[in-house]
């Protein structure tokens, strides 16, 4: 995404746009690109420095790593923010900074989980486990009664 600097004011300029999910450029085999970037930022210019400000959102298609199934891994980064110092540049490039707050995001091995549809098989590691009673609960003195009547 670039920005020509002359557009830039002392005023607020929102910038509402989409960019190619190939900006990505992922290379994982567990990873691929699905939906648009699109991005929300409001940037501001004073003498001295470049403010950008918003937020990120896309979807990419991971391979869950329990049942090899693919499913979409929604990413929502409400924080972007770049601050530039002058002297500026005549076009200013986000696409770099964009790209690495997104694979920032990205989980290092992805599951599918219970809330996908046709979730893995690993939907027992979600269930609540019932809790086991601690053995002070009980009285640690009944314990060793026990243990010294066997």
Not at 21 to 31: G, I, N, R, T
Not at 55 to 66: D, P
Not at 116 to 141: M, R, T, Y
């Amino acid at each position: 995404m670039k920005i020509l600097t002359s557009i830039l004011a002392a005023e607020t300029l929102v910038i509402d746009s989409s960019m190619h999910a190939s900006l990505l450029d992922l290379k994982e085999p567990h990873v691929k690109e699905h939906s648009p970037i699109q991005i929300h930022l409001t940037a501001y210019k004073d003498e001295e420095e470049v403010y950008f400000n918003g937020n990120l959102k896309t979807s990419v298609l991971i391979q869950c790593g329990r049942c090899c199934k693919w499913f979409e891994y929604p990413i929502e980064i409400s924080n972007f923010s770049v601050q530039l110092h002058a002297p500026f540049p005549e076009v200013i490039d986000l696409s770099s900074r964009i790209r690495e707050d997104i694979l920032l995001a990205l989980p290092m091995i992805g599951f599918c989980g219970p809330e996908v549809a046709n979730g893995c098989f690993g939907k027992e590691l979600f269930e609540d486990q019932p809790k086991e009673a601690s053995i002070h609960d009980a009285g640690i003195w009944k314990i060793l009664e026990k243990i010294i009547k066997r």
